[in-house]
């Protein structure tokens, strides 16, 4: 699965690339929050999907982490 992706990322250009990949962190954390959105445990979801939806938060909030600690420091 992931060589099949690998192949079909290949047929496009660096500058067709560029419109769908985040420059900088900044847009990164943009990107993973329109992708990744807060969503509250509903009654349905497993303990597994609980902790996946954590996860991702965890993450994002960590690369925030991270590009709040650059822009404070001189």
């Known amino acids: 699965m992931i060589t099949k992706n690998v192949d ?3 047929e496009f250009s660096p500058e067709q690339l560029s419109e769908f990949i985040p420059n900088n ?3 990164t954390i943009a990107y ?3 992708c990744f959105p807060t969503k509250l445990p ?3 979801m497993s303990d597994r999907e609980i902790w996946i939806e954590v996860g991702k938060q965890i ?4 690369l925030e982490n991270k590009e709040n600690s650059r822009n404070v420091q001189p």
């Open 8 to 10: 079909k990322i290949k």
């Open 25 to 27: 962190l900044e847009e």
């Open 32 to 34: 993973l929050k329109v």
């Open 42 to 44: 509903t009654i349905d």
């Open 59 to 62: 993450i994002i909030e960590y």
